[in-house]
């Protein structure tokens, strides 16, 4: 409505200066208003299930909140470890495999992670073959290519076509290798079976423990705080952290000041919306 008003050239021109910055005013609070209208009235999304939807509430947005609707649900389904950007290589052989399964197609295995509404939800295949180059590195499982299995050796994402086999470490009995750094695999037909020459030559490392606590205190751009969220808090909690987290907002305004009713309306509320805990707070 208010669009058609200043469109019509007529009826415009017959208003006042007065009603016209008054007219221009309102325009823009309403598509101002619009994104956060949308995002707060489209709050719940429902995830395919094994026999029934999964449901999430995303819950209110924070006053002014003016972000896309794909980037909201995309952040708060990372955050509840439902959409995952890393995939640890012992859930492959957990969620692809199953237990009486010595060897799958990676193609099937990126396949099914893409298909199967129970497995975890990746944000692209190449979360999956990352996954399995970790795992072959780990010698957590092999890959055969070929006549040849790699185990414990480096690859990249790239290497990994749909034809290659993974192989359960298990599976892959290889005797000792002779000066060379190859070895023969025990089986109906035996298999060439490439190592590291660290892993050929010494017993196997056990992995690299984990952090059991991790603190940091930085400054951070204020428009960088989404980007706080998916890469520091979501990754901190897809490996399991609990987490505290504690904002510092200091604000300057040496112009024009801070409005009061910004602090009210927005500021506070936000913060009594969200349920954040009051530790300190200036207002000089």
Known sequence: ALRAIRE??????QLHEENKQWLMSKMKDAEDGIGFRIISTYRHVAKAGGTEAAWFDLGLPTVGERSLLTRRVGDFLRAEDV??????????????LRPDDNEKPVGEIVEAFLKYPHLPM??????????????????????????????????????????????????????PPPEGGRAVAAGPEPTAVRETAASACSPSQPSESGIRFYKVHAQVPWD??????????????????????????????PSGGIRESTLNQKVRETLSQIGAHFEEESDP
């Open 8 to 13: 019509d050239r007529t009826l415009h021109q």
């Open 83 to 96: 959409l995952v950007s890393r995939l640890p290589p012992r859930r492959v052989l957990e969620k692809a």
């Open 224 to 253: 960088k705080l989404t980007d706080v969220v998916r890469g520091v808090i979501g990754p901190l909690r897809n490996d399991g952290a609990e987490l505290e987290v504690e904002v510092i907002v200091t604000a300057r305004s």
């Open 122 to 175: 990746l944000e692209s295949e190449k979360v999956v073959r990352e996954a399995i180059v970790q795992g072959v590195r780990d010698g957590l499982f092999g890959i055969r290519m070929g006549d040849e299995i790699l185990f414990r050796v480096a690859l990249s994402a790239d290497d990994l076509d749909d034809g290659a086999i993974l192989v359960r470490a298990a599976a892959i009995q290889a005797v």
